[in-house]
């Protein structure tokens, strides 16, 4: 059995800006911020 965790994770966070979403990949632990929708800018709570 391999030691590597598959797949990525969604991670809402507070720490940059006000609701960034970040996918993580379990495997390398990398970490991108993905850009907010039209929506999500025009409104003061998380991205749908």
């Not at 797949?7 to 990949?25: C, Q």
């Not at 632990?29 to 850009?35: D, E, V, W």
Request: charged residues 25%; glycine residues 10%; without cysteine.
């Amino acid at each position: 059995m391999s030691s590597r965790l598959p797949g990525k994770l969604l991670v809402e966070s507070g720490r940059g800006r006000a609701f960034d979403t970040h996918l993580i990949e379990l495997a390398s632990g990398r970490s991108q911020i993905l850009p907010r929708s039209p929506a999500g800018e025009a409104q003061s709570s998380a991205d749908v």
